[in-house]
C-alpha cells in the first residue's frame, strides 16, 4: 500500500518561494510511475500543478510553469515542490499524488496560507 | 488547453435516486477520463477510470460512459455515503486538466 505525506511551512510570505516535501512509503519513486502536485483553494475545485517522472522528467501546469520547479530524492524516497514568487492565489491545500495516468493515491494534503 | 466542463455544478436527490453527473472536454480525448469523488475535508479517491473501469473497491452502483467529448457518470442507486463532490479529470495529455467539480447532496 502506498502512502504519501506531505509536509512543509503552512505560511509563507507574499513573494517568497513555497517549498513542500511529499515523503512516500510503500513503494519506491524512483522504480516506476510518475509523482505529482494537485492543489485546491479554500472552497475551490482542483488544479494540476505538475508531474515529474521516476526518470526526473517533468511537465508543469502552463499557467504556472514559469513559477514550478519539481525534483525527485530517490535517496530519501521523497519528491519536492517548489512556487516561487507566491501571492494569496497561491493559498491552498496542497497534495502530493502518485500519477500512473490516473491519480490514484494521495496525501492527506497541507493547506498553505499566503500571508504577511 | 483542454477544457473540462462538467455539469450540474450542484445536485440534490434523494437516496436510491438514479444521479447522472456529466462532463463534456473542449476537445475529442478519446476515453482517457477519470472520476474522482471528494469527501468534506479529504483528499479526492479515483472512482473511474478510463470513462468506465471502476478502480479498486468501488461500489457497482457507481459507473460511467461516453466517449469523444461527452462523458456521463452515473449513480444507480444513492447511497448517503455518496454524498461529496465529484470531479472528472482528462489524461488524454500530460497537461491536466480538472472539471469545476459537482456537488452532490441528500434531499
Known amino acids: ?13 507574499p513573494s517568497e518561494t513555497l517549498s513542500l516535501t511529499c515523503i512516500v512509503s510503500g513503494y519506491s519513486i524512483g522504480s516506476h510511475y510518475s509523482w505529482g502536485w494537485i492543489r485546491q483553494p479554500p472552497g475551490k475545485g ?6 515529474i517522472h521516476h526518470t526526473g522528467s517533468s511537465f508543469y501546469n502552463p499557467s504556472l510553469q514559469s513559477r514550478v520547479t519539481m525534483s525527485l530524492d530517490t535517496s530519501k524516497n521523497q519528491f519536492s515542490l517548489k512556487l516561487n514568487s507566491v501571492t494569496a492565489a497561491d493559498t491552498a491545500v496542497y497534495y502530493c499524488v ?4 490516473i491519480f490514484d ?12 | 488547453d483542454i477544457q473540462m466542463t462538467q455539469s450540474p455544478s450542484s445536485l440534490s436527490a434523494s437516496i436510491g435516486d438514479r444521479v447522472t ?13 477519470n472520476w474522482y469523488q471528494q469527501k468534506p475535508g479529504k483528499a479526492p479517491k479515483v472512482l473511474i477510470f478510463g470513462t468506465s473501469s471502476l478502480h479498486d473497491e468501488v461500489p457497482s ?33 500530460t497537461r491536466y486538466t480538472f472539471g469545476r467539480g459537482t456537488k452532490l447532496d441528500v434531499k
Open chain 1, 1 to 13: 500500500q502506498v502512502q504519501l505525506q506531505e509536509s512543509g511551512p503552512g505560511l509563507v510570505k
Open chain 1, 46 to 51: 482542483l488544479e494540476w500543478i505538475g508531474t
Open chain 1, 105 to 116: 493515491d494521495w496525501g492527506q494534503g497541507t493547506l498553505v496560507t499566503v500571508s504577511s
Open chain 1, 98 to 101: 502518485r500519477d500512473a495516468g
Open chain 2, 61 to 93: 452502483r457507481f459507473s460511467g460512459s461516453g466517449s469523444g467529448t461527452d462523458f456521463t457518470l452515473t449513480i444507480s442507486r444513492l447511497q448517503p455515503e455518496d454524498i461529496g463532490t465529484y470531479y472528472c479529470q482528462h489524461s488524454y495529455s
Open chain 2, 21 to 33: 453527473i456529466t462532463c463534456r472536454s473542449s476537445q475529442n480525448i478519446s476515453n482517457y477520463l
